[in-house]
């Protein structure tokens, strides 16, 4: 199996078609945000994502793709998507690949917009911030392959039956619309390369725990 930049950027071209199923989440007037989804494609291709420091007044130790709130000197959401990833993980000079379909966060206040792209595979993620406690690589090819179980819970909410996906790694749980956002980039993979994924393994306790699964 080869993830290449262009299987990946046919496996979202025409993305997003159709709104996300948690959209009746949204509040009112929600703020928009962005975030990067960056792929070091190597011999093991890999989803960069941070785990948050357990200090932060919010999301404290919650895994996530770098990303955060527009600043005025954003071109537009896409550009703040970079910002970020360069604030936070050091990493430019991305090649986009393509976009994910905007996901509201558990609470409703965010409606984040991904964008998938391509960084050079010689230069390695850091810190740059002292909000992340460290980096975390996904490795797609595991999911894809059936090597790592996809996961999930499913939970009613105002009358509807709404199944969440998370991810374990490294100790961590990817969870609430960081997984989601995840979870549709592994299955817009599968369909391109024709891989059927082995249903999800549901759960009956959330492994976030008592947390809002944002």
Not at 142 to 170: C, I, K, N, Y
Not at 178 to 198: K, M, N, Q, Y
């Given at each position: 199996?080869?993830?290449?930049?262009?299987?990946?950027?046919?496996?979202?071209?025409?993305?997003?078609?159709?709104?996300?199923?948690?959209?009746?989440?949204?509040?009112?007037?929600?703020?928009?945000?962005?975030?990067?989804?960056?792929?070091?494609?190597?011999?093991?291709?890999?989803?960069?994502?941070?785990?948050?420091?357990?200090?932060?007044?919010?999301?404290?130790?919650?895994?996530?793709?770098?990303?955060?709130?527009?600043?005025?000197?954003?071109?537009?959401?896409?550009?703040?998507?970079?910002?970020?990833?360069?604030?936070?993980?050091?990493?430019?000079?991305?090649?986009?690949?393509?976009?994910?379909?905007?996901?509201?966060?558990?609470?409703?206040?965010?409606?984040?917009?991904?964008?998938?792209?391509?960084?050079?595979?010689?230069?390695?993620?850091?810190?740059?911030?002292?909000?992340?406690?460290?980096?975390?690589?996904?490795?797609?090819?595991?999911?894809?392959?059936?090597?790592?179980?996809?996961?999930?819970?499913?939970?009613?909410?105002?009358?509807s039956t709404m199944?969440?996906?998370?991810?374990?790694?490294?100790?961590?749980?990817?969870?609430?619309?960081?997984?989601?956002?995840?979870?549709?980039?592994?299955?817009?993979?599968?369909?391109?390369?024709?891989?059927?994924?082995p249903p999800p393994?549901?759960?009956?306790?959330?492994?976030?725990?008592?947390?809002?699964?944002?």
């Amino acid at each position: 199996m080869e993830l290449t930049p262009a299987l990946v950027r046919s496996a979202l071209t025409g993305l997003p078609d159709a709104p996300s199923p948690w959209l009746p989440l949204l509040q009112p007037s929600p703020r928009a945000a962005a975030v990067a989804v960056p792929i070091r494609f190597s011999t093991e291709p890999v989803a960069i994502a941070i785990l948050r420091s357990t200090i932060l007044r919010e999301h404290a130790g919650q895994v996530a793709f770098p990303g955060g709130k527009p600043e005025p000197e954003d071109r537009d959401l896409y550009a703040t998507a970079l910002r970020e990833m360069n604030e936070e993980v050091g990493l430019e000079d991305a090649e986009p690949l393509g976009r994910l379909t905007p996901t509201p966060v558990y609470s409703g206040r965010y409606l984040i917009h991904p964008y998938v792209v391509a960084v050079p595979e010689e230069r390695a993620p850091e810190p740059r911030s002292p909000e992340i406690a460290r980096i975390l690589e996904l490795p797609l090819t595991a999911w894809l392959r059936g090597d790592e179980p996809l996961r999930g819970v499913v939970v009613d909410w105002q009358g509807s039956t709404m199944f969440m996906p998370h991810f374990e790694l490294e100790g961590c749980v990817l969870y609430g619309a960081s997984a989601v956002i995840f979870h549709e980039l592994i299955t817009r993979l599968a369909d391109t390369l024709g891989i059927t994924l082995p249903p999800p393994r549901l759960q009956k306790t959330m492994p976030w725990g008592d947390r809002e699964p944002v």
